[in-house]
């Protein structure tokens, strides 16, 4: 459906929108010169610093579509565009008179699905995408937290439990009603036997949304736990 939309009549950051079809379809290009290409230029042209336009919601569902699709290579980085479109920003929204930027949110939202399947994607990089875009776009908490809880058990790839990591402190802020089931989760991954750099970085999001929660000998824990995470850097040169 892509040529059933009057692009010409859009617009993005530098006028006519004419050319992101052209941009859309470089998205799914086997070259890869050409994906980093055209995904660039949504960047610089339907979501320039931050903005967004009557061609970015029309993107959308065709960035979802793309997405989904487990032909398509680099789909992280179109996962990444698509967060950052439905993103919620206060700043942003209190110079959009257009209203375009909820619209945004809205139109991400409506395809939340599709980040449920990328969390379980066989790509590493969609993996580490998808959590936050399951926290901001899926509008069940019990769900999300389920599906983190699932994906922390699940998962072997340190970039990727990272990303869970802070995706569970993101959850914990964006839904404290819900709290309690994601900072026993970060609680636990604070502790042994989980990697030193993982527990890092559960001390540091509960020093952002639940300091209670930190060791009383905070300071001795973070410099043991440097120690250990450079001296298993050092063994694996």
Not at 43 to 48: F, P, Q, R, T
Not at 60 to 76: C, H, K, M, N, Q
Request: proline share 5%; aromatic share 4%; net charge negative.
């Amino acid at each position: 459906g892509i040529d059933e939309v009057d692009w010409a009549s859009l617009r993005h950051a530098y006028g006519s929108a004419e050319d992101v079809p052209g941009l859309l379809r470089g998205l799914a290009s086997a070259d890869r010169a050409e994906r980093e290409t055209a995904l660039d230029g949504l960047y610089g042209a339907v979501h320039h610093q931050g903005d967004v336009y009557d061609s970015t919601l029309a993107c959308v569902p065709f960035l979802l579509a793309l997405v989904a699709s487990g032909e398509i290579a680099d789909r992280a980085g179109i996962v990444e565009l698509l967060v950052s479109i439905g993103a919620d920003s206060a700043s942003r929204e209190d110079l959009d008179e257009s209203g375009l930027h909820p619209r945004a949110r809205v139109g991400v939202r409506a395809g939340a699905e599709v980040f449920v399947r990328l969390a379980g994607d066989a790509d590493p990089s969609v993996r580490r995408a998808a959590p936050e875009a399951l926290v901001r776009f899926l509008d069940e908490p019990a769900r999300v937290l389920a599906l983190l809880r699932e994906r922390c058990a699940l998962e072997r790839d340190d970039r990727v439990l990272h990303a869970l990591t802070e995706s569970l402190g993101h959850f914990v802020r964006r839904h404290p009603g819900h709290a309690a089931g994601a900072l026993e989760l970060l609680t636990a991954q604070s502790s042994a036997p989980h990697d030193p750099g993982l527990r890092l970085a559960a001390l540091g999001q509960l020093a952002g949304c639940a300091p209670d929660r930190l060791p009383p000998d905070l300071v001795a824990v973070a410099v043991g736990l440097l120690r250990e995470r450079s001296a298993r850097r050092s063994a694996g040169r």
